[in-house]
């Protein structure tokens, strides 16, 4: 079934903090995992993206992580800063597929 | 940097009314992609297209059309517009189908009463 859920819906963390985006997925033939963030009045746009060869993906503060066997994988925002409020969209797709299929979206709020 | 543009950035329409949404990539991308976004559904599919003169049909195509001009432009027809098409749309293109990054336009804001 091609769906991905996301969750939280919101979350707010202090400043410092690292915030925790979770999504999951049901089809196993998903093979690309963006994803994208969204702040207030703007379009999404990408931030980091992973392949199943790989467990974790870093790039600076953000780090996902990937679990195969349980069909998860979550964005980590290590030392949460206030400009890091905005809306964050998880996406799977595979290759013989042009849609990317997406979460419902998780509004992050840090507070300082 | 990718260039999508989307015009016009705010519409206001009557149930039944005719509207045109147009989006122009500068980024020589093949594919490009309308979607809607609304509270609580995150960003869905109405339809894509991998060229000039080609379109496929996304995930809530009811009650829209679209037509791909040229590689650079892409349109979104509302003929018979009605209020559950009160939603922000936004047009993105991508180099490669899906596996590759989506740039955005500025989203169109589209409200039917």
């Known amino acids: 079934q091609q769906q991905v859920r996301q969750s939280p819906q919101s979350l707010t963390v202090w400043e410092g903090e690292t915030a925790i985006l979770n999504c999951s997925y049901e089809?196993?033939?998903?093979?690309?995992f963006p994803w994208y963030h969204q702040f207030p009045g703007e379009s999404p746009a990408l931030l980091i993206a992973?392949?199943?060869v790989s467990n974790k993906k870093e790039d600076g503060r953000f780090t996902i992580f990937f679990n195969k066997r349980e069909k998860k994988f979550s964005l980590h925002i290590a030392d949460s800063q206030p400009g890091d409020s905005a809306t964050y969209f998880c996406?799977?797709?595979?290759?013989?597929?042009?849609?990317?299929?997406w979460g419902s979206g998780t509004k992050l709020i840090i507070k300082p | 940097e990718a260039a999508v543009t989307q015009s016009p950035r705010n519409k206001v329409t009557v149930t039944g009314g005719n509207v045109t949404l147009s989006c122009r990539q500068t980024?020589?991308?093949?594919?490009m992609y309308w979607y809607r976004q609304d509270t609580g559904h995150g960003l869905r599919l109405i339809h894509y297209?991998?060229?000039?003169?080609?379109?496929q049909i996304g995930d809530v195509p009811d009650g829209y059309k679209a037509t791909r001009t040229t590689q650079e432009d892409f349109f979104l027809l509302l003929e018979l517009a009605s209020p559950s098409q009160t939603s922000l749309y936004f047009c993105?293109?991508?180099?490669?189908?899906?596996?590759?990054?989506?740039?955005f336009g500025e989203g169109s804001k589209l409200t039917v009463l």
């Open positions: 996406a799977a797709s595979m290759d013989s597929n042009y849609q990317l299929i």
């Open positions: 089809d196993s033939t998903f093979d690309y």
């Open positions: 992973i392949r199943p």
């Open positions: 980024n020589s991308h093949n594919y």
């Open positions: 297209s991998y060229g000039a003169g080609n379109l």
């Open positions: 993105a293109s991508s180099g490669t189908p899906n596996t590759g990054q989506l740039y």
